[in-house]
Structure formats: C-alpha cells, structure tokens
C-alpha cells in the first residue's frame, strides 16, 4: 500500500510557516518518511492534484486566485490543516480590512494601473475557515516547529488533534504579586510602552509592571518566548476559544486591571487586539455595512 | 431535554394584551408542553405541571406571565419554586418569561409589536431553561443564633423574642452597648431581660471586619475593644439600618440594598420592610422620634418572626449561583483574582483560579474578566447569553423601525423596567415595542463580546443599565461596566461608528419613568444616524 500524500499550499501570507515547517530540519525526514509530498512551494509543482490525504494551507485568503485554489485544496483533501494566524484568523494581513479597496491598491500602487496579470484583490481578507472547513487548526504568527509538526503528523496518521487550551500565562515564567491580591486599586500606577521603562523586571508579571500584554487573551503552545525575552506578548496566537474575540476579551480584562493609561493604549484596540484576528471579529462586519450604506 | 411552557393570562391582563396562542407559536415546535393557563398560581395549575414533571418527563420548565422579581420575592412563588423541584425539575431550569410587566402592560394598543415580543422573550426562557447547567444544591441544617447590629429599643425586643424561642444572641454596638441597654428608659423590662439572660452575649465597640457564608451559616469576624473574635450565626439583623458605617461594612461581604444615604432599605418597603437581598439578614425597621412603643414592638416582632420562620427549617437549601470553574481552560492569569470585590477568587497550588464559594455572590465579574472563558456563572451562562442577543434579534419589526437591545443589570434596570408599567399605565401610552430587554444578574456580568454581537446581529443600538454610584448590589459592578463600555466606545469611534449606539443608563429599582424616557431617548438619538449600523448575518 502506497504511503499518504501530503500537499503544502501557500495562500496570502509571508509563507513564515512554511519556513516554521522547514525549520523542523531531521524532524521534516521523519514527515517525508510517512507521507509523500506531492505538491509544495519547495518542489514547484503548479497545480494541485485531484486527490491529496493531507492539505496544509497556509495564508489568508487575499486574492480571487487565493480562493481559487483554496476551493481546488478542500476538494482535493482528505484532511484540511490550516496553519497559522493568516489562515485561522486573518491574520496581520488582515488589518488591510480597515480601508476601502480602492485606498489600498492606490497606497500600494500608486496612479499606475497594476499589471492584469496579476490575481484581482478581493475587497476584504477573509480566513480560510469563511469559505471551507477545516479540520485541524493551528494559529501563530508561526506556530512553533513542533505545533506544525504535531498537527501533520495527526492528520497524516488519522490521530485526533488536542491544541492547548489554555492562555499563555500558564506557559510563562513570571510570577504574579499584585494581581494575586484582592484589592479594588489596578495592578499598575500607569501603562507604559516598551520603550518608555528603563528596567523591566525579569521575573515578575509584565502587567504589573504596566506593560501591555495580550498573554491573558492569547493561546498557549508558543512556550511564551517572547515574555521570557522581556517582550510583552502580542496575541499571535489568537484567543483560546476561537469564538471569543481577541479585542473584546482585551477590553474585558485589562479595563478592570489596568489604570485609565491602557485604555488610551487601548483606543488602539484594532492595533493592540485585534492585530492577527481583524478578519474574524465582528468590527469588519460594522465597517463593510457602513460602506454599504453610504455608497 | 423536555421543555414546559405555562403562559399565565395573569387574570387577563396579558391575553388583553396580545395574542397568546401566537406568542406560543415558536416555541411549541420544540416544546413538549406549551400551555395557556389562567394563573400559574392556581393549586389546579401547579398539579398539572406537577404531574407533567412526574408522569410527562419534563425537566425545564418556563413560567410565562409574572416578572422574576415579583416571582423571587412573592411567597406564593417561592412554595410553587419548590413544588416544582421537589417534583424533580432542577432550580436553574425553572425560568420565568416577563410578559406582564414588560410586554403586556408595557405596550397597550399595539397587539402585533406585543405579541411578537413575548414570543421573543418565550424563546428566550426556553434557551436558558434548556442551555443553563443543572445547579446542585448545599444543604445545611441552620444555626440557631443570630447577631444584632446595633442596640435601639427594637433590637431589645426583637433579642428578647429570639431568645424566648431558644435562639442564642449577640449584640453587636459601635459603642458602649451594653450601657445604652442598661439605661434604657422604656421597656425596662425587655432590656433587663435580654442582658440578664445566660445566652445572650454584648459586643462592645465592635467593628464587622470579615465575613463569609449564606442564610443559616454566617461566619463574622469582629473587631471590638476585647480584640477580635469570630461568630457563628444563622441570621443577622440590622437594628440599625441609619447606620451608614455598619451597612458599608456588612456590603464588604454580604447583599445588603441601600439608599442614597447609604443607609440599609428594604428591598420592598410597602410589602416586606424586613427583606434585603441576603434571606438570612433583615433590616430592623426603626421607627422615627415620637413613634408609638406599639409600632415599635410590633415592627421588632415582625422582623423576628420573619428571621425565626427560615431559622426555624430543619434544612436550608442553597442553589450555588456561584462561579465555576473549568480547569482544562484556566492559565492563571489571576485577572479574576483581581477582579472580584470580595475576595472569592484565588489561585491554588496548581496556579488555578479556585472560587470560594461561601464569598461569592454570583455577580459574573469574573466571568466577564476572563479572556479563555474559563468561568462561567451557572445561573447565567455564556452560551445562552450569547445565543439570547441572536434570539432577540430574529423577532419581526416591521420595516423601517429600528431596533435596541436593553442589557438590564437585575438589581435595577431589570425591576425598573418593570416599574415602567405603571407610567405607561398613568400617561396611557406605551414604549417602542423594538426594545429587547435581556437581563443580567449585574451590569458587571456585560460582557463586550454581547454587545459586539449585538451590533453584529443587526440591532442599532445597545443600552445598558446599571446602578447608580455607590448602590451597585456587587459594590463596584456599575464602575467596572462604565470602564469597558467607555472604552468600548472609544473604539467605535477610531471606527467611525457612531457611540451614541451604545448608551450607559444609570437607573434604581423604582424610576420607571427614568427607564421609559431612556428607551425614548435612545429612539431619538440614533434616528438621526445613518453609519455603524451592524448587519443581521
């Protein structure tokens, strides 16, 4: 009996997962071994085939070509993985939802007609969940090697596919003071951006310190690299439960932790919550209405 | 899941109002039992649903007629909750559907709008009957003492009483007590009784510096000048309701209603004076200067009396309207610790959120804080809150009218929508009949995904209504509410969305009027206003 196939397909993305993929390096053998890769960015095949077990779909849908082929990979899967922000939620490419179509391919191109060879944009970003199911979903802007590694090995083997649940800050290393106490003050004096401390203590929790951090609204499953760098999480992974919107659930907890300083951050909600989910939330649905309505 | 529906004509008020059979017409198709029924009061009444329970397998049941508010304070509602448990249904799956006071009586002379609006509120007691999780009860047997907060002539009477029943006393005075109790000039005699008796116990300069636990159960830390000292009590009353100081700590701990002063009122001072919101502690009503002994024994006995009767049951049942937990979700990011104003909430050994459960209060803070949706509030779920905005969104408006959603905090936007009936009966006109009210426990229950939903759904404008500075049941639920739901709208904002789709009505219990000119006004902002409007999807 022939071994499974196994196809990669890059939609509208920085193809970040799939170098997440590549980075799994002996690791990759061990896929190849299972399964034959018969369609992939790494080896140039043009189309897909008919007929493939494994699909990895990286990538928002962007383009009418995006779609196209989207549409040619969920026909031809047995298993549909989508991997990473961009396909689970939009992702940062997303947030080009905020402006009408013709604003953005005027910033991008300027006065110059683009070329017709190239696919037509679609008037908004969407997930890959907004056109086709999917059966197994990773988020991360990438996900970590092993996320990406484990969800193929799933799918290629028939296994079910547990994610973590929880949000980062059981991952993270460190420890909470304030927020452990019952108190009605916030955690923090003030909100600080990054650049404005001077020191920022190694071990104790970044929003006591009055630093902006989605780790409450964010999935686990990244090891929390970038807190244990003394960088403030910020949200790639997306919120634990994908029906909770990542902006709204940043709303919630931090107006009732943090001083009145994170809800000026936090005007920038779009920019500090919803940065890879703005094509899942329930925002681009009020704006497109909006647009509707006045043209 | 076997549902039973009961619209209760309540005497013909709600069938003058709209056509019942259509208001049952959704929901007979996943209903086992829909009904119209005259009273749901009636003993005849309350056999059949008995019977449906026992012999039908139904095991959620809707009572369409009466407000939840008269229903959780009457005592002819309270006996037909338990008939209904006792015959297997489980106390978080016995919902009422407001007809009469929010519908019914609410929009007279507009038969179709009404009645289409009860069949929207009936499926919405039918989601929450069936989506909310069984509850399981904690039964205790009561203790047999009580503490009195303060030392005034009625108090003496009220402790000479319980102590003839054979109730243990303790009374507790911010000052010297005991000497007050000692000179008392009138009804010598009560007062020389009670401290002379071998099991009644003076505190004084005594401050309540802690507390925990529920009616039959109350455990109370005091502070006096012998030091500190903690007491087991199965009821409390508050002789001194005046007493701005003793209210504000008991409300550290305890649901204790108050007045603009921050003295202790009654939740119904026509009906009930005794009654705050805790059943296990009462208000003493104290008489002003110049009141007649008579009217002041009377007064301290009813009190008394109303405290021996739930004392008095060999077991008190407690449905935990409490917070729950999901340890497969919860990460420890301690925002609920934070969060809750009465210290409910820690992290255990493992890093996860732990509830106490004799602290909290059900008020869904934490649950609104949490991002992974870890906690929930059984007697509030998030799923069916979610699924209620959608709900009322799909109730029929005719062309051209805009629809609102009301989150009405219970403590006072929901029980003032249901004064609202009376002025629209005095001025003989009613609201528009596009405004969906949808109750939460507290306005710190609102969560933003609802109102993020809400916009999405198609409503054009939210309105929620919370209590008003210093009278939220939950301490600080109101301010926690303002902070979201301003930041909310500075988001709508930066959106170009109009905020004047999202309002924050500060309302009490009583201001019916308040609440009908809300619902007017916010008709009359957003017809002006053509963007933000979200679309029903």
Same mark, same amino acid.
């Given at each position: 009996?022939?071994?499974?196939?196994?196809?990669?397909?890059?939609?509208?993305?920085?193809?970040?997962?799939?170098?997440?993929?590549?980075?799994?390096?002996?690791?990759? =053998?061990?896929?190849?071994?299972?399964?034959?890769?018969?369609?992939?960015?790494?080896?140039?095949?043009?189309? /897909?085939?008919?007929?493939?077990?494994?699909?990895?779909?990286?990538?928002?849908?962007?383009?009418?070509?995006?779609?196209?082929?989207?549409?040619? %990979?969920?026909?031809?899967?047995?298993?549909?993985?989508?991997?990473?922000?961009?396909?689970?939620?939009?992702?940062?490419?997303?947030?080009?939802? @905020?402006?009408?179509?013709?604003?953005?391919?005027?910033?991008?191109?300027?006065?110059?007609?683009?070329?017709?060879?190239?696919?037509?944009?679609?008037?908004?970003?969407?997930?890959?969940?907004?056109?086709?199911?999917?059966?197994?979903?990773?988020?991360? %802007?990438?996900?970590?090697?092993?996320?990406?590694?484990?969800?193929?090995?799933?799918?290629?083997?028939?296994?079910?596919?547990?994610?973590?649940?929880?949000?980062?800050?059981?991952?993270?290393?460190?420890?909470?003071?304030?927020?452990?106490?019952?108190?009605?003050?916030?955690?923090?004096?003030?909100?600080?951006?990054?650049?404005? @401390?001077?020191?920022?203590?190694?071990?104790?929790?970044?929003?006591?310190?009055?630093?902006?951090?989605?780790?409450?609204?964010?999935?686990?499953? %990244?090891?929390?690299? %970038?807190?244990?760098?003394?960088?403030?999480?910020?949200?790639?992974?997306?919120?634990?439960? @994908?029906?909770?919107?990542?902006?709204?659930?940043?709303?919630?907890?931090?107006?009732? /932790? =943090?001083?009145?300083?994170?809800?000026?951050?936090?005007?920038?909600? /779009?920019?500090?919550?919803?940065?890879?989910?703005?094509?899942?939330?329930?925002?681009?649905?009020?704006?497109?209405?909006?647009?509707?309505?006045?043209? | 899941?076997?549902?039973?529906?009961?619209?209760?004509?309540?005497?013909?008020?709600?069938?003058?109002?709209?056509?019942?059979?259509?208001?049952?017409?959704?929901? !007979?198709?996943?209903?086992?039992?829909?009904?119209?029924?005259?009273?749901?009061?009636?003993?005849?009444?309350?056999?059949?649903?008995?019977?449906?329970?026992?012999?039908?397998?139904?095991?959620?049941?809707?009572?369409?007629?009466?407000?939840?508010?008269?229903?959780?304070?009457?005592?002819?509602?309270?006996?037909?909750?338990?008939?209904?448990?006792?015959?297997?249904?489980?106390?978080?799956?016995?919902?009422?559907?407001?007809?009469?006071?929010? &519908?019914?009586?609410?929009?007279?002379?507009?038969?179709?709008?009404?009645?289409?609006?009860?069949?929207?509120?009936?499926?919405?007691?039918?989601?929450?009957?069936?989506?909310?999780?069984?509850?399981?009860?904690?039964?205790?047997?009561?203790?047999?003492?009580?503490?009195?907060?303060?030392?005034?002539?009625?108090?003496?009477?009220?402790?000479? $009483?319980?102590?003839?029943?054979?109730?243990?006393?303790?009374?507790?005075?911010?000052?010297?007590?005991?000497?007050?109790?000692?000179?008392?000039?009138?009804?010598?005699?009560?007062?020389?009784?009670?401290?002379?008796?071998?099991?009644?116990?003076?505190?004084?300069?005594?401050?309540?510096?802690?507390?925990?636990?529920?009616?039959?159960?109350?455990?109370?830390?005091?502070?006096?000048?012998?030091?500190?000292?903690?007491?087991?009590?199965?009821?409390?009353?508050?002789?001194?309701?005046?007493?701005?100081?003793?209210?504000?700590?008991?409300?550290?701990?305890?649901?204790?209603?108050?007045?603009?002063?921050?003295?202790?009122?009654?939740?119904?001072?026509?009906?009930?004076?005794?009654?705050?919101?805790?059943?296990?502690?009462?208000?003493?009503?104290?008489?002003?200067?110049?009141?007649?002994?008579?009217?002041?024994?009377?007064?301290?006995?009813?009190?008394?009396?109303?405290?021996?009767?739930?004392? +008095?049951?060999?077991?008190?049942?407690?449905?935990?309207?409490?917070?729950?937990?999901?340890?497969?979700?919860?990460?420890?990011?301690?925002?609920?610790?934070?969060?809750?104003?009465?210290?409910?909430?820690?992290?255990?050994?493992?890093?996860?959120?732990?509830?106490?459960?004799?602290?909290?209060?059900?008020?869904?803070?934490?649950?609104?804080?949490?991002?992974?949706?870890? !906690?929930?509030?059984? +007697?509030?779920?998030?799923?069916?809150?979610?699924?209620?905005?959608?709900?009322? +969104? $799909?109730?029929?408006?005719? &062309?051209?009218?805009?629809?609102?959603?009301?989150?009405?905090?219970?403590?006072?936007?929901?029980?003032?929508?249901?004064?609202?009936?009376?002025?629209?009966?005095?001025?003989?006109?009613?609201?528009?009949?596009?405004?969906?009210?949808?109750?939460?426990?507290?306005?710190?229950?609102?969560?933003?995904?609802?109102?993020?939903?809400?916009?999405? &759904?198609?409503?054009?404008?939210?309105?929620?209504?919370?209590? !008003?500075?210093?009278?939220?049941?939950?301490?600080?639920?109101?301010?926690?509410?303002?902070?979201?739901?301003?930041?909310?709208?500075?988001?709508?904002?930066?959106?170009?969305?109009?905020?004047?789709?999202?309002?924050?009505?500060?309302?009490?219990?009583?201001?019916?009027? !308040?609440?009908?000119?809300?619902?007017?006004?916010?008709?009359?902002?957003?017809?002006?206003?053509?963007?933000?409007?979200?679309?029903?999807?």
């Amino acid at each position: 009996m022939s071994k499974p196939t196994l196809a990669t397909v890059s939609l509208g993305g920085c193809e970040g997962c799939h170098v997440a993929l590549l980075d799994a390096h002996e690791g990759l =053998l061990d896929i190849l071994g299972m399964a034959d890769l018969v369609h992939s960015p790494f080896n140039g095949t043009e189309t /897909i085939p008919d007929r493939v077990d494994v699909v990895m779909v990286e990538g928002a849908v962007t383009t009418e070509e995006d779609l196209r082929r989207l549409r040619a %990979c969920r026909a031809a899967a047995g298993t549909l993985v989508a991997i990473g922000s961009c396909a689970v939620l939009g992702g940062i490419g997303g947030l080009r939802n @905020l402006s009408p179509l013709s604003q953005v391919t005027h910033v991008a191109f300027g006065d110059t007609t683009k070329s017709p060879l190239l696919p037509r944009l679609l008037p908004n970003v969407h997930a890959v969940t907004d056109y086709v199911a999917v059966d197994i979903s990773v988020a991360g %802007c990438a996900p970590e090697t092993e996320l990406v590694v484990a969800a193929l090995v799933a799918a290629i083997t028939g296994q079910p596919h547990e994610l973590p649940r929880r949000n980062l800050c059981d991952e993270c290393h460190r420890t909470k003071n304030t927020l452990l106490m019952h108190s009605r003050e916030f955690v923090s004096d003030a909100v600080y951006a990054l650049m404005e @401390l001077d020191h920022i203590d190694e071990d104790s929790c970044l929003l006591e310190q009055g630093l902006m951090c989605m780790g409450p609204m964010t999935r686990e499953g %990244c090891g929390a690299k %970038c807190t244990a760098m003394n960088v403030p999480c910020r949200g790639c992974s997306g919120p634990s439960r @994908l029906d909770f919107e990542s902006g709204g659930k940043a709303v919630d907890a931090l107006a009732a /932790i =943090l001083p009145a300083g994170a809800l000026m951050y936090l005007e920038d909600l /779009i920019g500090t919550g919803y940065r890879f989910t703005m094509p899942v939330s329930v925002f681009p649905a009020i704006v497109d209405t909006e647009e509707s309505d006045n043209g | 899941m076997a549902l039973g529906v009961y619209l209760s004509r309540c005497g013909g008020l709600v069938d003058a109002a709209i056509d019942v059979d259509e208001a049952l017409a959704n929901v !007979r198709e996943v209903a086992a039992v829909a009904c119209v029924v005259d009273d749901v009061f009636d003993p005849i009444v309350v056999a059949a649903i008995e019977s449906d329970i026992r012999e039908g397998g139904v095991d959620a049941v809707v009572l369409a007629g009466n407000s939840a508010e008269h229903l959780s304070k009457s005592l002819s509602a309270g006996h037909l909750t338990r008939r209904l448990v006792s015959a297997g249904v489980n106390p978080n799956r016995i919902v009422v559907a407001n007809l009469l006071e929010q &519908v019914a009586l609410a929009h007279p002379g507009d038969r179709i709008g009404a009645t289409r609006k009860a069949a929207g509120i009936i499926d919405v007691a039918a989601l929450f009957a069936t989506m909310s999780p069984e509850v399981e009860s904690i039964d205790l047997e009561p203790k047999r003492s009580v503490l009195v907060l303060g030392v005034t002539t009625e108090a003496m009477i009220a402790a000479q $009483r319980l102590l003839q029943l054979g109730y243990e006393v303790v009374i507790a005075d911010r000052g010297n007590g005991s000497a007050t109790a000692a000179s008392a000039t009138v009804l010598k005699s009560t007062s020389a009784f009670v401290r002379g008796h071998a099991r009644c116990k003076f505190i004084d300069g005594a401050r309540l510096v802690d507390g925990d636990g529920w009616l039959g159960d109350y455990h109370i830390q005091i502070q006096s000048n012998e030091g500190s000292r903690r007491i087991v009590v199965g009821g409390i009353l508050i002789a001194r309701p005046d007493s701005a100081e003793w209210v504000a700590e008991l409300r550290e701990h305890f649901r204790v209603d108050v007045d603009d002063d921050g003295f202790a009122r009654p939740l119904d001072p026509h009906n009930h004076p005794a009654e705050t919101i805790d059943p296990g502690i009462m208000v003493v009503p104290v008489r002003v200067d110049g009141t007649a002994h008579r009217d002041k024994v009377a007064a301290a006995d009813s009190v008394a009396m109303a405290l021996v009767l739930r004392l +008095s049951q060999t077991t008190v049942s407690h449905y935990g309207d409490t917070s729950a937990v999901d340890e497969a979700l919860c990460g420890g990011c301690a925002t609920c610790v934070r969060t809750c104003a009465f210290g409910a909430c820690t992290l255990d050994e493992n890093g996860r959120s732990h509830v106490d459960v004799r602290r909290c209060r059900g008020c869904g803070k934490c649950v609104v804080s949490c991002p992974v949706g870890a !906690r929930d509030i059984v +007697s509030s779920p998030h799923d069916y809150l979610i699924e209620a905005v959608r709900s009322l +969104s $799909r109730v029929p408006v005719d &062309v051209g009218h805009a629809r609102v959603i009301g989150f009405l905090c219970g403590g006072c936007g929901y029980p003032a929508a249901d004064a609202a009936s009376e002025f629209v009966a005095q001025r003989g006109q009613g609201y528009p009949v596009t405004f969906m009210p949808l109750r939460i426990p507290c306005g710190g229950r609102l969560d933003t995904l609802y109102v993020l939903e809400a916009f999405k &759904v198609g409503f054009d404008a939210v309105c929620v209504y919370r209590c !008003r500075q210093g009278h939220c049941h939950n301490l600080i639920g109101n301010l926690d509410m303002d902070r979201r739901i301003n930041l909310l709208r500075a988001v709508l904002r930066s959106r170009n969305i109009d905020d004047a789709r999202l309002r924050i009505v500060d309302i009490s219990p009583t201001e019916g009027e !308040r609440f009908v000119e809300s619902v007017e006004e916010i008709y009359v902002s957003i017809a002006s206003l053509t963007n933000g409007k979200g679309a029903a999807v």
